[in-house]
């Protein structure tokens, strides 16, 4: 009697293991508009990837895709406006608790943006703000050599470890990051360029991990009824661009990346915002200032390239830099309006009705350090 009792325990046991809660959930966008969303696990058998979704508990629909892996990513459409979407994932007998996130506002939009998540803050401010979508200014990780071993490509450890700090965050949140040279780095840097590449350029795990717009490694998205367009960019240690310290894409009038920003940005029907992880100064100046000609045709750009909260102003355009490791050194902007050595990131608040587009930068002890307030865009044709 007593040997079934325990082969019965050991028969649950087994049970309720083989059933584990799946965890590690997380939310982006792969289309350029909010009308669909894409929900991500990770499990620790493969298996197929079905989300239940819904607008109540008892209305929920499904979607599937059949397709055995670890790493699942299932698309589903957002038809509601100023609703709670309710869900839950499922892989073979894994399975979720039921989570939820906000779906896109009718009036107001709040986004926020964050930049050199490496020592991975506590960011109950930010979560707060109770913001409708997340974007980052790159650096979202340490690196991916220590983690995985020098020259693993494709390991996505590091993206999963930022995914288990902030759980409840990133599954109720939409959440679209820009490529940092840490988010690509597979082996140390060293004193000088060494023989082989210390970045992966391509991003391999950066873009295997996220299901975002576009080639992935540049996005761009928009949310029409507030006149909004995000452009993320893939600039960061340009002065290393032709040796083994390369850590971004081409930038040249010649390049992909420039020519597809000259022509997404032609004729932007209200705000831009641009988003890329190099030192202002140093962007806007490439090309005997061409970039900046070409960020002029948006409202703001912001990197997370300096440790510092930082606002400048040149020709009409406002840069920010943004950072939640920002008590480093501090090498203002020449067009410097607003400087600080504390952690940060910044609120973008959109007014549908009258298309104002506030920007704060916020301490994280939830202290607004800087308002600015940007009309509706009243903006001329473009031509090439």
Same mark, same amino acid.
């Given at each position: 009697?007593k040997?079934?009792?325990?082969?019965?325990?050991?028969h649950?046991?087994?049970s309720m293991?083989?059933?584990?809660?799946?965890?590690?959930? $997380?939310?982006?966008?792969?289309?350029n508009?909010?009308n669909?969303?894409?929900?991500?696990w990770?499990?620790?058998?493969? =298996?197929?990837?079905?989300?239940?979704?819904?607008?109540?508990p008892e209305t929920?629909?499904r979607?599937?895709?059949?397709?055995?892996t670890?790493?699942h990513?299932?698309e589903i459409?957002?038809?509601?406006r100023d609703?709670?979407?309710h869900?839950?994932?499922q892989t073979?007998?894994?399975?979720?608790?039921?989570?939820?996130?906000?779906a896109y506002p009718?009036?107001?939009?709040?986004?926020?943006?964050?930049?050199?998540w490496q020592?991975? &803050?506590?960011?109950?401010?930010?979560?707060?703000?109770?913001?409708?979508?997340?974007?980052?200014a =790159?650096?979202?990780?340490?690196?991916?050599?220590?983690?995985?071993? &020098?020259?693993?490509?494709?390991?996505i450890? &590091? #993206?999963?470890?930022?995914?288990d700090? #902030?759980?409840?965050?990133?599954?109720?949140?939409?959440f679209? &990051?820009i490529?940092?040279n840490?988010?690509?780095q597979?082996?140390?840097?060293?004193?000088?360029?060494?023989?082989?590449?210390?970045?992966?350029?391509?991003?391999?795990?950066?873009?295997r991990?996220? !299901?975002?717009?576009?080639?992935? $490694?540049?996005?761009?998205?928009?949310?029409p009824?507030?006149?909004?367009r995000?452009?993320?960019l893939?600039?960061?240690?340009?002065?290393d661009?032709g040796?083994? $310290?390369?850590?971004c894409?081409a930038?040249?009038?010649?390049?992909?990346q #420039?020519? $597809?920003?000259?022509?997404?940005?032609?004729?932007?029907? =209200?705000?831009?915002?641009?988003?890329?992880?190099?030192?202002?100064a140093?962007?806007?100046?490439?090309?005997?200032?061409?970039w900046?000609?070409?960020?002029?045709?948006?409202t703001?750009c912001?990197?997370?390239?300096?440790?510092?909260?930082?606002?400048a102003?040149l020709d009409?355009?406002?840069y920010?830099?943004?950072?939640?490791?920002?008590? =480093?050194?501090?090498?203002?902007?020449?067009?410097s309006k607003?400087?600080?050595?504390?952690?940060?990131?910044l609120l973008?608040?959109?007014?549908?009705?009258?298309? !104002?587009?506030?920007?704060?930068?916020k301490?994280?002890?939830?202290?607004?350090?800087?308002?600015q307030?940007?009309a509706?865009?009243?903006?001329?044709?473009t031509t090439p």
């Amino acid at each position: 009697m007593k040997s079934l009792v325990f082969f019965t325990c050991i028969h649950l046991f087994t049970s309720m293991v083989a059933a584990a809660e799946i965890e590690r959930i $997380w939310l982006t966008h792969k289309t350029n508009q909010p009308n669909k969303i894409v929900v991500n696990w990770l499990t620790n058998e493969p =298996g197929d990837s079905v989300v239940m979704y819904g607008i109540s508990p008892e209305t929920m629909e499904r979607a599937q895709v059949n397709e055995s892996t670890k790493l699942h990513h299932v698309e589903i459409p957002l038809n509601h406006r100023d609703r709670i979407y309710h869900y839950s994932v499922q892989t073979g007998n894994q399975r979720s608790a039921a989570a939820k996130f906000k779906a896109y506002p009718t009036e107001i939009l709040r986004v926020a943006i964050i930049a050199d998540w490496q020592s991975q &803050p506590d960011l109950s401010s930010l979560i707060k703000d109770d913001v409708h979508l997340l974007l980052t200014a =790159g650096d979202n990780i340490n690196n991916l050599w220590q983690k995985c071993g &020098p020259g693993k490509r494709n390991c996505i450890t &590091p #993206y999963v470890n930022l995914i288990d700090a #902030y759980p409840e965050l990133f599954r109720s949140t939409p959440f679209m &990051p820009i490529l940092g040279n840490h988010d690509r780095q597979i082996h140390p840097r060293g004193s000088k360029p060494p023989a082989h590449a210390v970045y992966d350029v391509d991003a391999t795990a950066f873009c295997r991990f996220f !299901e975002l717009p576009d080639e992935e $490694w540049k996005w761009h998205f928009e949310i029409p009824e507030f006149g909004v367009r995000f452009i993320g960019l893939d600039f960061n240690h340009i002065s290393d661009f032709g040796n083994n $310290w390369q850590t971004c894409h081409a930038f040249g009038r010649d390049s992909q990346q #420039y020519q $597809w920003y000259q022509s997404i940005t032609k004729n932007v029907p =209200g705000h831009l915002v641009t988003l890329y992880n190099e030192r202002n100064a140093s962007i806007r100046n490439q090309l005997q200032g061409e970039w900046h000609q070409l960020f002029q045709r948006g409202t703001i750009c912001v990197t997370g390239f300096g440790h510092f909260a930082e606002r400048a102003e040149l020709d009409g355009l406002t840069y920010y830099n943004t950072s939640l490791s920002g008590k =480093g050194k501090q090498y203002s902007d020449p067009h410097s309006k607003f400087l600080a050595g504390k952690d940060s990131y910044l609120l973008l608040t959109c007014d549908r009705s009258s298309g !104002e587009m506030k920007v704060e930068i916020k301490s994280l002890g939830n202290e607004v350090l800087d308002r600015q307030s940007f009309a509706k865009p009243v903006r001329k044709q473009t031509t090439p």
